[in-house]
């Protein structure tokens, strides 16, 4: 069995030392961090801490609810303008204005030298329609009453190739050409010649090169 | 070339000293983005150019007095490039700062009167016409009114303000 590493009591002692200075008015929970507490039970949680840690996470838990308590108090706060007159009112030297606004500050980044008209030229190009997110359809379900069957010819190959043979034994000898001649169906004419190819290397039809011709 | 590139674009771009970046509607129409989802895509991007700009501290963000997104340094590299622009002028920074409190109570709109009792300083006026030179405030001097333009929007972070103001408000109360 592997070392378990447990914090909970270093982090219960944390935990503890906040509230003791939220107490005393030392802090506020506002200006403490609590996510490193957090961070911490995450990273070092294991099977072998988890009766205790689960302890620990509910006294950190309660920490952070506290938090909320005080950000909605703030909340408040902010929402009384009023507060805000009278804190005017009460005539602040103009160094403490100047204090307050300090840290608050930005510096908005400009970029002035870009190129506009190559962006515009550039995002016209980009301007393209988008399909995103494509949205997803269901596919409406067809009720189909007959069972689907594969279609598979209703003669075999080898009988539809004899057919063939039968029909033009008589023919032969002939060109080449006489067997497909004066049929217009591309399909049977491929067909046709699939069959004759076969014939051809079982030998039951020749055919000379020289002049074209089949024979028996 | 892509999204970003452009968004880069938008957001740093300065049209005048008082608009600066862009708002949704513009980066929606220049990026062509639009669609029940418009909202979404349109988050997801500003979400990713934040993580990509981040390590270069940069940040990318929002002034709520002129609803338009634009990029910014980072608070502490601000401080870096010394952003405050009234460095050494406290008293323009706290006539500012008053007339931003009034405006806030009186929907954008003050009355320089207002802004002089609670001064109690001389040459208000002066700060006010001074802080519209700088592009912060528009005077109507018939009207004795006083408002914001956007500017202070993008230099200053309003809402860190106004929670150190809340929390100062707090601490004088109790």
Redesign the interface.
């Known amino acids: 069995m592997g070392e378990y590493k447990d914090f909970s009591e270093e982090i219960n002692r944390k935990i503890e030392e906040i509230q003791t200075k939220v107490i005393t008015g030392e802090v506020?929970l506002?200006d403490v961090e609590l996510f490193p507490i957090f961070e911490n039970l995450k990273d070092s949680l294991n099977t072998g801490n988890l009766n205790r840690y689960s302890i620990t996470y509910k006294n950190a838990s309660q920490l952070l609810i506290q938090k909320f308590e005080e950000l909605k108090?703030?909340i408040n706060?902010?929402d009384?303008?009023?507060?805000?007159?009278?804190?005017?009112?009460?005539?602040?030297e103009?160094?403490e204005?100047?204090q307050?606004?300090?840290?608050?500050?930005?510096?908005?980044?400009?970029?002035?030298s870009?190129s506009?008209d190559f962006?515009e030229y550039?995002?016209d190009?980009?301007?393209?329609?988008?399909g995103?997110?494509t949205s997803i359809e269901h596919i409406e379900k067809v009720e189909v009453k007959d069972t689907f069957l594969l279609e598979v010819p209703e003669q075999k190959f080898t009988e539809k190739m004899l057919n063939f043979y039968n029909n033009i034994k008589n023919k032969l000898p002939c060109s080449f050409d006489e067997i497909f001649e004066g049929d217009q169906n591309q399909i049977r004419i491929y067909e046709n010649f699939v069959y004759l190819l076969h014939l051809l290397q079982l030998g039951k039809i020749n055919y000379q090169k020289e002049t074209n011709f089949l024979y028996i | 070339m892509n999204e970003f590139t452009i968004l880069m674009h938008l957001l740093s771009n300065k049209t005048n000293k008082i608009q600066i970046g862009a708002s949704k509607e513009e980066i929606l129409k220049a990026l062509n983005i639009h669609g029940k989802n418009e909202s979404v895509y349109f988050q997801d991007l500003i979400t990713h150019l934040s993580s990509y700009i981040e390590p270069l501290g940069l940040q990318i963000r929002f002034n709520p007095l002129s609803s338009r997104w634009y990029m910014a340094f980072e608070m502490q590299t601000s401080d870096f490039f010394s952003a405050n622009p009234f460095e050494g002028k406290p008293r323009l920074a706290a006539t500012l700062f008053c007339t931003l409190i009034y405006c806030l109570k009186n929907l954008g709109i003050a009355k320089i009167q207002d802004i002089k009792e609670i001064r109690k300083k001389k040459h208000i006026i002066e700060d006010l016409k001074d802080l519209r030179k700088m592009g912060y405030l528009q005077l109507d001097d018939k009207l004795g009114k006083v408002s914001l333009t956007p500017l202070i929007g993008y230099q200053l972070d309003l809402n860190k303000l106004f929670i150190k103001l809340a929390l100062k408000v707090k601490d004088q109360e109790s």
């Open positions: 506020t506002l108090i703030l706060n902010i009384r303008k009023e507060g805000f007159l009278k804190f005017l009112k009460s005539n602040p103009d160094s204005i100047y307050l606004l300090n840290d608050c500050w930005i510096k908005p980044f400009n970029i002035e870009l506009l962006l550039s995002r190009k980009l301007s393209v329609k988008r995103y997110p």
